[in-house]
């Protein structure tokens, strides 16, 4: 039996769920997660629930705990996680629980590598619910959104990002990412998902419609669109990565320390072979240049 803790929020939770079921499959293990979350924002909801995400087998008889092994770099706002794929954990023992760094309850886990050639089956482990997505077509409908070739969603993330200012993308990455989307179809339209309507407002370079409905159907919008630009959130890494039909994918290079890095990425390795990523310059890099340069820098820093 492999297990682990739900911390954070959604995207959070899918790392977690992910690399936990990922380990255990692949390992030969039985595995099961409680579906209910710890030190999140919504009281313990199980967030998944508009998937049809199967939670696993009763947890029992665990004996051991996997510690995840994070690095820090003293970055320009303090110190920075840096939490790389850790190959130890393809050795673990049957009957162990996944945790964060030196016992924390939460995992980071968030690099696409630990699913590398598994990633059909993490894809089928989030399908959306049938009926939930009937909802959200419905909804969708009743706001008039199109999501058409001519429409670019735009996922802002606000709420507890208020509290962390230097992790809010700056203006200028929106402005970047809605000039080259622009650039491809100057006929492109835009609008913004978002849990907070009236920061992502004020960080527009132009008025954009906002919209903000329950997790499940923010998340659905992001999921189906043709056209998406994603703030440093794994709620839109995990709504953009699980898109298999859109046409390009921005997101800020760096993640969450895209407006301070000096070269490394917050989370160590979260940078995806399926988005684009908009760097300070306004000029958009590949997978394969930011993994390069990332290497590059934690070599010569000793992350690596």
């Known amino acids: 039996m492999i297990t682990t803790n739900l911390t954070g929020n959604l995207g959070n939770h899918m790392w977690q769920y992910a690399v936990c079921r990922t380990v255990a499959e692949k390992l030969g293990y039985e595995w099961g997660i409680n579906s209910s979350p710890t030190h999140d924002y919504h009281n313990g909801m199980n967030q998944m629930y508009f998937m049809d995400v199967d939670f ?30 850790d190959n130890k954990i393809w ?41 939930y997505e009937d ?24 709420g507890e990002y208020r509290s962390i200012p230097h992790v809010v993308c700056r203006r200028e990455y929106w402005r970047d990412s809605i000039n080259h989307m622009l650039s491809i179809n100057p006929n ?41 630009i994603i703030s440093n959130s794994t709620f839109g890494w995990w709504a953009s990565w699980l898109n298999n039909t859109a046409k390009l994918i921005l997101a800020p290079k760096y993640w969450a320390s895209h407006n301070t890095s000096s070269g490394y990425w917050s989370v160590g390795e979260c940078y995806s072979k399926k988005f684009k990523y908009v760097n300070r310059d306004g000029n958009v890099d590949d997978y394969e240049t930011c993994e390069k340069e990332a290497i590059k820098f934690y070599k010569e820093n000793n992350i690596l």
Request: proline share 3%; charged share 25%; net charge negative.
């Open 91 to 131: 050795e673990i023992s049957d009957n162990t629980k996944i945790f964060g760094h030196n016992g924390a309850l939460g995992a980071i886990l968030q690099s696409e590598k630990y699913f590398e050639n598994y990633e059909s089956n993490v894809e089928s482990w989030f399908r959306i619910n049938k009926d």
């Open 188 to 228: 492109m339209k835009f609008i913004v998902i978002t849990d907070d309507p009236e920061f992502a407002n004020s960080y527009m370079p132009f008025q954009i419609p906002c919209f903000h409905d329950e997790i499940g159907f923010d998340f659905y919008v992001i999921n189906k669109s043709k056209w998406v």
């Open 56 to 85: 696993g087998k009763p947890i029992e008889n665990i004996q051991f705990n996997f510690n995840e092994n994070w690095m820090f770099y003293h970055g320009v706002n303090g110190q920075v996680n840096i939490s790389m794929s």
């Open 135 to 158: 909802k959200y077509n419905k909804k969708i409908e009743e706001l008039g959104i199109v999501l058409d070739d001519n429409t670019c969603v735009i996922n802002f993330r606000g």
